[in-house]
């Protein structure tokens, strides 16, 4: 068995290939990906040592001259005596350095471009460097459009103006945007001034992987033939080549596929680029594309292991792992199921679950198709159950992936596997079901694959449930021209098994004659060697289907003998039968009168119950409206016992005066009374914030969590002269209720609290498997009975915080672990909630929310707090306090205000001079001292800040405010 080939869909309205797709979401046969997978869309430079632009840097890439270019560089960094020229070139040395995977030179330069243009201002003249150094940062990290966006503002050079637009141009999808697709193709290529040939060479490259996964494989080879007669990198036209080669072998040119490969092989030779492993890559994967389309699976394996030994020495961990997916593909055909299974296992273990979902599933689906067939063909009743085991804990493994994941191509194939292990166990009903609905979701998503598959094992599952037509329907409709031959004598073979079921033995030889006929369309020695086999086996099947047809009349007559003798008995009994209940029946009368008088005092009973019941609970509503009035008036008499001491306060003074030591006494006492308060409003708060609170789920920073209940519970920590240690990473980022997580903490500390021998409460959180927190403190010595009574429910009892923190963990579908060593009190709780961020990720890419909550954090700082006065302050020292770093400070200071962090704080200051000039609070100060109280070191810088961002001096602003008020 093979992968399928998607239906072709012929609407191509030009040669541009622009089309109309009502639905196309569909996976190419597993060569075409490779083209995706395999190799990138990169560019070369045309005997030109140092780049003009980025365009340039894509050329050197694609002519594999990044080494070349590099020394260029390098040499004209050391002549140049501009800064903004030295990070120009930075840039293109990441971009090289990158391409060549030297990493360690790639973030050097990078972070020396990105450092510089940090603080340096950018103005006419350099804003096409600055432009270009976005648009580096965007080929170093494809970074979202905006950043695309950004760089087209600055950018002064046509080129790179036009490679903009061509990038924004390959984001737009065709199949949810045809005509936004199709428009701006074509503007790109009849732009003026015209993209140049590499650029568009680059455009209609990527047209054709559009082209290829619409299977719109002619307008691919027209394409194609455009390409040839443009100038373009080796990269490209090896590429484009490569394609052709895939959209030759899917329209069964098998022959032009052949010449185009002899073309490519000589194309490198007369290169001398058959030693080159970016370029001969693209030679060996169309050799396997071939040898797998014609079956002649040994050869595919041979070129198969030639890319991996390519894909080895770059260490590029997913085009191996294909390569060892493709080689299970052709174990797996050939029936070596044990290397198969092997090389499917070693594919897994090569990629990160979480990064690359769509190629697991795709490999657990081949790996189980694997075990299926080993599985049919297993003679040992126990080798073949424990294939089926694997089968079902692989299903399981896949399930869980796919809910949480978008997938719907990828749901529709584990659906028909599911559907055929089913199957295999026995439980055809659910198995129909699931294969009508793959097929069903198949045909609205305009995936022939999965419909292909799905209808195969269905015409099976038929033919077991003795349903012959309905197989041989479905089986019929699936013989369509794009169906290669290894597939069409599969299918003749599932109509002859129909037809013989059916009885009609004329119809099943020709079915027979139709598998010889295919094998003989095959133009390659494979299929002349599977021919003479089936020549020599043809008479005796013949006979064994003659036999097989006689046997089934006679069975059939059997059948009809025995069925006749069964339904004479079956009279018989039930006359019996009827005897038998009619006298049964007197009998049951009169029970069921007997039955009828207890069934009528049982109700009686159950009424009067019914009754009690309802007394019960308007007793405990009642009981329960008392708890809270105590409660209320609890709150009240508490409230007049803090009123009260405040107006004896202010009576006793009267009588005579108290001395220090009772002052101080009273006022200690003060503070008990109204931490009372606060403890009673919070176990109020605490004790019903699980009966009506409404979960409100959304993105919570652990961080800003702790520093809040800190803050909440400072007087309470020292009135009691405790003190609260807490060590946690930076910025814990989860999806989460707040207020939950805030009473955990809450909980933790006022247990610790109530508690405590020493001083000293410990907090130690991390994310670990969820939200973690490590609590402990130095307490008393209890017995684990004592704390296994602790965190005991008590119905009806007052709720205690540790009583109440199980409830909140239990919420959270979390562990809760208490453990004592003499006096050291243990606590540890894990919460199940799921981790956005962390803030020990040393990218400098943030994410939008993070780069807001810093940004706050940055102006809450400066602004609330009252820090812009002081004169030095700087990016280290701010850094410092905060505890954030200062590339995130820079950054985010870029991304959000579009400047550096000097001009930033500049503009604050000056956004607070202007609200006291307008609030008159400058009368007592001369012009030079309102700068100084602002922050600023000297008057000249003041005064042009103030100039720069108000548009006149301060004086002049001072006048112009006198002025307004007379």
């Not at 174990?331 to 070693?346: D, H, I, N, S, T």
């Not at 559907?419 to 045909?443: D, H, K, M, P, V």
């Not at 306090?881 to 503009?907: C, D, Q, Y």
Request: with cysteine; glycine share 4%; net charge negative.
């Amino acid at each position: 068995m093979r992968f399928r080939f998607p239906s072709r869909i012929h609407n191509v309205f030009d040669s541009l290939g622009c089309f109309r797709v009502e639905c196309v979401k569909t996976l190419r046969l597993k060569a075409k990906l490779i083209v995706l997978c395999f190799i990138g869309i990169n560019g070369s430079l045309f005997g030109q040592d140092v780049p003009k632009n980025i365009l340039d840097t894509y050329r050197i890439r694609a002519n594999n001259q990044s080494e070349d270019a590099i020394e260029g560089i390098l040499t004209s960094m050391e002549n140049a005596s501009d800064s903004d020229l030295v990070a120009h070139y930075s840039i293109y040395l990441s971009i090289f350095y990158n391409h060549i995977d030297d990493t360690t030179n790639a973030r050097k330069y990078f972070l020396s471009a990105r450092e510089y243009w940090g603080e340096a201002e950018v103005n006419e003249a350099n804003q096409d460097y600055f432009g270009q150094h976005l648009l580096g940062y965007y080929e170093l990290n494809r970074t979202k459009i905006e950043v695309l966006d950004s760089a087209a503002k600055y950018i002064q050079n046509t080129h790179d103006l036009q490679y903009i637009e061509a990038f924004k141009w390959g984001m737009i999808s065709p199949f949810r945007q045809p005509e936004s697709y199709s428009e701006t193709l074509e503007s790109l290529l009849t732009s003026q001034p015209p993209i140049p040939d590499v650029l568009k060479g680059r455009v209609l490259l990527l047209h054709m992987f559009t082209l290829v996964r619409l299977d719109l494989l002619d307008s691919v080879l027209s394409t194609q033939s455009q390409l040839k007669a443009m100038e373009m990198t080796l990269s490209d036209r090896l590429n484009s080549t490569y394609v052709a080669v895939v959209a030759q072998l899917d329209l069964n040119k098998i022959s032009e596929a052949k010449k185009s490969i002899n073309d490519t092989r000589e194309f490198l030779a007369s290169n001398n680029l058959l030693d080159n492993d970016d370029f001969v890559r693209f030679y060996y994967t169309s050799q396997e594309s071939y040898y797998r389309a014609i079956a002649q699976y040994d050869s595919a394996i041979t070129y198969n292991l030639r890319l991996k030994e390519i894909f080895a020495r770059q260490k590029q961990i997913q085009p191996l792992a294909m390569l060892k997916q493709n080689l299970a593909d052709y174990y797996r055909y050939q029936e070596k199921y044990v290397l198969a299974e092997q090389y499917y296992m070693e594919a897994m273990e090569m990629l990160d679950r979480e990064r690359f979902k769509n190629d697991i599933i795709r490999i657990m689906t081949s790996l189980n198709k694997t075990w299926l067939e080993a599985s049919e063909l297993a003679s040992d009743p126990s080798e073949k159950q424990g294939l089926l085991a694997k089968v079902r804990d692989l299903l399981l493994e896949e399930e869980r992936i796919l809910l949480s994941s978008n997938l719907p191509l990828l749901a529709i194939d584990y659906d028909a596997i599911k559907a055929r292990f089913l199957t295999l166990t026995g439980q055809y009903r659910t198995a129909e079901n699931l294969l009508n609905g793959a097929i069903a979701s198949s045909n609205s998503e305009g995936y022939y694959n999965g419909r292909w598959w799905a209808s195969i094992y269905l015409a099976e599952l038929y033919i077991l449930q003795n349903k012959f037509d309905g197989s041989i329907a479905l089986a019929s409709g699936l013989l369509t021209d794009e169906v290669n031959t290894t597939d069409r004598i599969k299918i003749h073979q599932l109509l002859m098994r129909a037809h013989i079921g059916n009885g009609d033995t004329e119809e099943a030889l020709k079915e027979f004659d139709l598998i010889s006929e295919n094998i003989r369309a095959e133009d390659d020695q494979r299929a002349l060697n599977l021919l003479a086999e089936y020549e020599v086996m043809r008479d005796l099947e013949r006979e064994k289907i003659i036999n097989e047809s006689l046997e089934a009349q006679q069975l059939a007559n059997s059948k009809l003998i025995i069925r006749q003798r069964i339904i004479i008995g079956i009279i018989v009994f039930s006359i019996l039968i009827i005897g038998f209940f009619l006298v049964r029946l007197q009998f049951l009368r009169k029970r069921n009168f007997r039955l009828f008088g207890k069934l009528t005092k049982e109700r009686e009973e159950l009424q009067l119950t019914n009754s009690e019941l309802s007394e019960s609970e308007a007793s405990l509503k009642t009981a329960q409206l008392s708890q809270n009035v105590i409660l209320g008036q609890l709150t009240v008499h508490l409230n007049k016992m803090f009123n009260s001491l405040k107006v004896l306060r202010n009576f006793i003074p009267e009588a005579g005066k108290l001395n220090s030591e009772q002052l101080k006494y009273f006022e200690r006492l003060t503070e008990l009374i109204e931490e009372e308060r606060s403890s009673i409003d919070q176990m109020i708060s605490l004790n019903s914030i699980l009966d009506d609170h409404d979960i409100d789920i959304r993105r919570v920073s652990i961080n800003d969590v702790v520093i809040d209940v800190k803050k909440n519970m400072d007087s309470s920590l020292r009135l009691y002269e405790s003190k609260l240690e807490v060590n946690m990473k930076e910025d814990l980022l989860f999806l989460a209720d707040r207020k939950l997580v805030e009473l955990v903490f809450i909980s933790l500390i006022e247990h610790g609290r109530k508690n405590l021998v020493k001083k000293t409460l410990s907090i130690d959180v991390n994310a670990n498997d969820g939200l973690r927190i490590e609590f402990q403190f130095e307490g008393s010595s209890v017995e684990d009975e004592t704390i296994r009574e602790w965190i005991k429910p008590k119905p009806g009892a007052f709720k205690s915080y540790l009583l109440k923190l199980v409830e909140l963990k239990d919420l959270m579908d979390g562990d809760l672990q208490y453990l004592t060593i003499g006096t050291l009190h243990k606590i540890s709780v894990r919460l199940n909630l799921i981790e956005l961020s962390s803030g020990s990720n040393k990218s400098p890419v943030l994410e939008p929310l993070e780069i807001d909550s810093v940004y706050d954090r940055i102006v809450r700082y400066l602004v609330d707090d009252n820090r812009l006065a002081d004169s030095d302050l700087n990016l280290a020292s701010l850094a410092e306090n905060l505890g954030i770093p200062k590339r995130k400070i820079s950054f985010v200071i870029n991304t959000r205000e579009r400047t550096n962090f000097s001009k930033f704080l500049a503009r604050l200051r000056i956004n607070q001079v202007i609200n006291k000039l307008d609030n008159g609070d400058h009368r007592h100060l001369n012009i030079a001292g309102i700068g100084y109280e602002a922050g600023f070191n000297s008057k000249s810088t003041f005064f042009a800040s103030f100039k720069e961002f108000v548009g006149c001096t301060p004086g002049e602003y001072i006048i112009s405010i006198d002025q307004k008020a007379s």
